[in-house]
Nanobody, 126 residues
Framework: QVQLVESGGGLVQAGGSLRLSCAAS????????MGWFRQAPGKEREFVSA????????YYADSVKGRFTISGDNAKNTVVLQMNSLKPEDTAVYYC???????????????????WGQGTQVTVSS
């Protein structure tokens, strides 16, 4: 089993920045990739970004490309999401996720991830 714990959420004004961290513990050697999803009130959970541990490939949703940056520290089993130029529409609960297998081209689908954190609230005021 793998446990994921997010931190770094909060309230920020539009145009500001936040840094989310996700620490993985347990059988982390079994992980292939980690990512971030978000869910706003009344909306479905959506993909934000992902990174593979081997090779360090990164993926982003179009809505955050150029504003968010994902990075990972394999030795510390930590993934960070740096969020800049935040917009009110970025307001959501952000979830860290991890997968044991290569999701291939389907890295944006939540069922491809095996483990989930509890989520951290990000609120962007206008």
């Amino acid at each position: 089993q793998v446990q994921l714990v997010e931190s770094g959420g909060g309230l920020v004004q539009a145009g500001g920045s936040l840094r989310l961290s996700c620490a993985a513990s347990g059988r982390t050697t079994s992980l292939y990739s980690m990512g971030w999803f978000r869910q706003a009130p009344g909306k479905e959970r959506e993909f934000v970004s992902a990174i593979t541990w081997r090779g360090g490939s990164t993926y982003y949703a179009d809505s955050v490309k150029g504003r968010f940056t994902i990075s990972g520290d394999n030795a510390k089993n930590t993934v960070v999401l740096q969020m800049n130029s935040l917009k009110p529409e970025d307001t959501a609960v952000y979830y860290c996720a991890a997968s044991r297998f290569n999701p291939g081209n389907y890295y944006y689908l939540s069922p491809k991830y095996d483990y989930w954190g509890q989520g951290t609230q990000v609120t962007v005021s206008s």
